[in-house]
């Protein structure tokens, strides 16, 4: 059994940073990439970062692209988003996904496992 947990979530005014992180718990996680979504209210989950099993590979969706950085540790079987220049528009709910393909993309379907989500909320 794979266990994903989000924290980090906050408040934060636009033009801020926060650090989300996913730690993992069970086995053969180190060897599968990793995905952050988002879902604001009245909205679908999008696809905001992926990466690859070893940190080699990052794919950012437009919107975040300068801003937010992903990367890993896999001996602490966690990944994490840092978020710069945040903006109104940035808040959602943020999800971290297992990803079963070699570099993780935008497509649910390609994600088994999820966390419960962190808040974050930008406003001033």
């Known amino acids: 059994q794979v266990q994903l947990v989000e924290s980090g979530g906050g408040l934060v005014q636009p033009g801020g940073s926060l650090r989300l992180s996913c730690a993992a718990a069970g086995r053969t996680f180190s060897n599968y990439g990793r995905g952050w979504f988002r879902q604001a209210p009245g909205k679908e989950r999008e696809f905001v970062a992926g990466?690859?099993?070893?940190?080699?590979?990052?794919v950012y969706a437009d919107s975040v692209k300068g801003r937010f950085t992903i990367s890993r540790d896999n001996a602490k079987n966690t990944v994490y988003l840092q978020m710069n220049s945040l903006k109104p528009e940035d808040t959602a709910v943020y999800y971290c996904?297992?990803?079963?393909?070699?570099?993780?993309?935008?497509?649910?379907?390609?994600?088994?496992?999820w966390g419960q989500g962190t808040q974050v909320t930008v406003a001033s």
């Open positions: 996904g297992r990803s079963r393909s070699v570099v993780p993309g935008p497509r649910l379907g390609e994600y088994d496992y």
């Open positions: 990466i690859n099993w070893n940190g080699g590979a990052t």
